[in-house]
């Protein structure tokens, strides 16, 4: 008898060799018991691996299971549905690349290398892909040696892949496929195509939408909501990789290795300054009727430091801003809402004293003079700073913090008075046509590197934190961006090469018994792709060094 332990709770003797979805089959209340009613189990923990649920036990295991409501279980999944879609389009196009590109409001866009789809072509792929989840066919896994699967990607003419794998870390690959449609995956995917049966596509010129199950119902088809300035930041983004002559992140490394890294460098910062300059220059058309300046974002954006840079930029123009920091009106912590989790919510836009800050804003705005709070974190309340301010002329206000394009804040203050910008970093340069990087990961790796050098924080405590962290972005934040009158991508091309040197260690030293291991190994699994570089061409005035240290600005 083989004996498998269910993280250490639940115990089933198998009589022959099985695969882990057998299991789960035949005693279904094993993913109720360990995930909760309704999360999907998508993948398996054993120890330091991590693996599909088509796994053979054939000897005694103790495994855990990993439920698509979690981060890890969801990339799992996304990854799964771009693997279908493309084998669709391959069944149904065979000449068509598909591209993925990025996330883009609970969806994935992507488009065909040089062709613009119609709505027919989406419906024959869509009709594909209910066809294959509706048939349950397995998705199988073969690992390969490295060059053996460059030599097989060589055969079938995949150019993405066989430059991505050329930079590949070990000497082994994981592949996955359906008959001869082969896909090279870093992550685990689902066991069979039935897995992905509730979605939908939508045409989105010059490419189309992969519309996903919602991220706590997997039987329940996410809304699509248009942010039109989100979209076009992505757009800008490509741009930029064009003008870099970037494609994917081999050619990333390809440019490290042959010395042509500094230009790159070079090039990604003047892009970020002629952004910020194209912003000043737009406020400064809005004066004198703009009083406000309003720069919000998630965490790890790079808010602080693009608030520095546009300082500067004003001041070119003549302006001389005032910034005001929305944390220095935090309340005390007894002030402070809790949660559904029964913890103080500072994540809330209530966290904060509005009606202070309400009032010295029109006291500001009237000609008055305020003297600013200043908070202190470590004593948790509010000080007298000695700071007082007033709008004179040539002055503008600068107020930023994560809520501040929230109408909620600043209610008595007409609109043309404001001017909304919105920082986030939106990462675009991918492994290959299949693989992205999750957008959050960027910001993720910039919190953990700042957390582990500056806060005293390690790596588990910003993984642990970071689900609330998303779900409060989610509630108060994103939601915001749409009023945005203009958004900075603070994302750096070359910033995952230069943070794998601070990171990776510290995600090696997580032990594979912790909750927080699956997204230790998926985050080392997405920067063992990146050839490190080191961060001494990294400008003085970058983004970057506000969670790498040696800035030349004082935060």
Same mark, same amino acid.
Request: hydrophobic content about 40%; glycine content about 4%.
């Given at each position: 008898?083989?004996?498998?332990?269910?993280?250490?709770?639940?115990?089933?003797?198998?009589?022959?060799?099985?695969?882990?979805?057998?299991?789960?089959?035949?005693?279904?209340?094993?993913?109720?018991?360990?995930?909760?009613?309704?999360?999907?189990?998508?993948?398996?923990?054993?120890?330091?691996?991590?693996?599909?649920?088509?796994?053979?036990?054939?000897?005694?295991?103790?495994?855990?299971?990993?439920?698509?409501?979690?981060?890890?279980?969801?990339?799992?999944?996304?990854?799964?549905?771009?693997?279908?879609?493309?084998?669709?389009?391959?069944?149904?196009?065979?000449?068509?690349?598909?591209?993925?590109?990025?996330?883009?409001?609970?969806?994935?866009?992507?488009?065909?290398?040089?062709?613009?789809?119609?709505?027919?072509?989406?419906?024959?792929?869509?009709?594909?892909?209910?066809?294959?989840?509706?048939?349950?066919?397995?998705?199988?896994?073969?690992?390969?040696?490295?060059?053996?699967?460059?030599?097989?990607?060589?055969?079938?003419?995949?150019?993405?892949?066989?430059?991505?794998?050329?930079?590949?870390?070990?000497?082994?690959?994981?592949?996955?496929?359906?008959?001869?449609?082969?896909?090279?995956?870093?992550?685990?995917?689902?066991?069979?195509?039935?897995?992905?049966?509730?979605?939908?596509?939508?045409?989105?010129?010059?490419?189309?939408?992969?519309?996903?199950?919602?991220?706590?119902?997997?039987?329940?088809?996410?809304?699509?909501?248009?942010?039109?300035?989100?979209?076009?930041?992505?757009?800008?983004?490509?741009?930029? *990789? /064009? =003008? %870099?002559?970037?494609?994917?992140?081999?050619? @990333?490394?390809?440019?490290?290795?042959?010395?042509?890294? $500094? &230009?790159?460098?070079?090039?990604?910062?003047?892009?970020?300054?002629?952004?910020?300059?194209?912003?000043?220059?737009?406020?400064?058309?809005?004066?004198?009727?703009?009083?406000?300046?309003?720069?919000?974002?998630?965490?790890?954006?790079?808010?602080?430091?693009?608030?520095?840079?546009?300082?500067?930029?004003?001041?070119?123009?003549?302006?001389?801003?005032?910034?005001?920091?929305?944390?220095?009106?935090?309340?005390?912590?007894?002030?402070?809402?809790?949660?559904?989790?029964?913890?103080?919510?500072?994540?809330?836009?209530?966290?904060?004293?509005?009606?202070?800050?309400?009032?010295? *804003? /029109? =006291? %500001?705005?009237?000609?008055?003079?305020?003297? @600013?709070?200043?908070?202190?974190?470590?004593?948790?309340? $509010? &000080?007298?700073?000695?700071?007082?301010?007033?709008?004179?002329?040539?002055?503008?206000?600068?107020?930023?913090?994560?809520?501040?394009?929230?109408?909620?804040?600043?209610?008595?203050?007409?609109?043309?008075?404001?001017?909304?910008?919105?920082?986030?970093?939106?990462?675009?340069?991918?492994?290959?046509?299949?693989?992205?990087?999750?957008?959050?990961?960027?910001?993720?790796?910039?919190?953990?590197?700042?957390?582990?050098?500056?806060?005293?924080?390690?790596?588990?405590?910003?993984?642990?934190?970071?689900?609330?962290?998303?779900?409060?972005?989610?509630?108060?934040?994103?939601?915001?961006?749409?009023?945005?009158?203009?958004?900075?991508?603070?994302? @750096?091309?070359?910033?995952?090469?230069?943070?794998?040197?601070?990171?990776?260690?510290?995600?090696?030293?997580?032990?594979?018994?912790?909750?927080?291991?699956?997204?230790?190994?998926?985050?080392?699994?997405?920067?063992?792709?990146?050839?490190?570089?080191?961060?001494?061409?990294?400008?003085?005035?970058?983004?970057?060094?506000?969670?790498?240290?040696?800035?030349?600005?004082?935060?």
């Amino acid at each position: 008898m083989i004996q498998v332990d269910f993280r250490g709770a639940i115990r089933v003797e198998l009589e022959v060799p099985s695969t882990v979805k057998e299991v789960l089959d035949k005693n279904p209340n094993i993913s109720r018991e360990l995930l909760g009613e309704g999360n999907l189990p998508v993948a398996v923990r054993l120890g330091d691996r991590i693996e599909d649920l088509n796994y053979i036990i054939n000897e005694d295991k103790s495994l855990d299971l990993i439920g698509f409501q979690e981060n890890y279980g969801r990339r799992v999944l996304e990854r799964s549905y771009i693997f279908l879609f493309s084998l669709a389009t391959r069944l149904v196009f065979p000449d068509l690349k598909v591209l993925l590109e990025h996330s883009y409001h609970k969806s994935l866009y992507g488009r065909f290398k040089n062709y613009i789809p119609s709505v027919n072509d989406l419906t024959k792929i869509e009709e594909k892909m209910r066809e294959l989840a509706g048939k349950d066919i397995p998705i199988k896994k073969e690992v390969y040696t490295t060059e053996s699967a460059i030599k097989l990607f060589e055969d079938l003419n995949e150019e993405d892949k066989i430059r991505l794998l050329k930079y590949h870390p070990g000497r082994e690959v994981t592949l996955y496929h359906i008959d001869n449609y082969y896909e090279y995956s870093y992550l685990p995917l689902v066991p069979s195509t039935g897995y992905l049966k509730n979605f939908a596509l939508k045409l989105y010129q010059p490419g189309f939408l992969i519309i996903l199950p919602e991220d706590r119902d997997i039987n329940k088809i996410a809304e699509f909501k248009e942010i039109v300035k989100l979209f076009q930041a992505f757009y800008e983004y490509k741009n930029w *990789l /064009n =003008i %870099l002559g970037l494609t994917d992140v081999a050619s @990333l490394n390809s440019a490290i290795e042959n010395g042509e890294i $500094s &230009e790159i460098i070079k090039v990604a910062e003047a892009l970020h300054e002629k952004k910020i300059v194209q912003i000043a220059d737009e406020i400064c058309s809005r004066l004198p009727d703009l009083k406000l300046v309003l720069v919000a974002g998630p965490s790890s954006a790079g808010k602080t430091t693009f608030t520095k840079r546009l300082q500067i930029q004003l001041k070119v123009n003549g302006i001389k801003p005032i910034v005001i920091e929305m944390d220095d009106y935090f309340l005390a912590p007894h002030e402070v809402a809790k949660d559904e989790y029964g913890n103080y919510d500072f994540d809330s836009p209530n966290a904060l004293n509005i009606p202070l800050l309400t009032e010295h *804003l /029109n =006291i %500001l705005m009237n000609g008055g003079e305020v003297e @600013l709070p200043k908070y202190n974190f470590q004593k948790k309340r $509010s &000080e007298r700073s000695g700071r007082f301010v007033k709008l004179e002329d040539g002055n503008i206000l600068v107020m930023e913090g994560i809520h501040a394009l929230n109408p909620q804040l600043t209610p008595e203050i007409p609109g043309y008075m404001k001017y909304h910008i919105f920082v986030s970093a939106l990462t675009h340069l991918n492994l290959d046509n299949q693989n992205r990087v999750p957008t959050t990961d960027a910001r993720l790796i910039r919190r953990m590197v700042r957390d582990s050098i500056f806060r005293g924080h390690g790596v588990l405590d910003s993984i642990r934190q970071w689900p609330s962290v998303r779900r409060a972005e989610d509630l108060y934040i994103f939601p915001t961006q749409e009023r945005a009158d203009a958004m900075f991508n603070s994302a @750096l091309v070359y910033e995952f090469s230069v943070l794998k040197n601070f990171i990776e260690p510290m995600l090696k030293a997580v032990p594979p018994y912790y909750r927080e291991y699956p997204e230790a190994k998926r985050i080392l699994d997405i920067l063992s792709h990146f050839v490190p570089l080191s961060p001494t061409e990294v400008p003085m005035t970058s983004i970057l060094r506000e969670f790498i240290g040696g800035s030349s600005f004082v935060y």
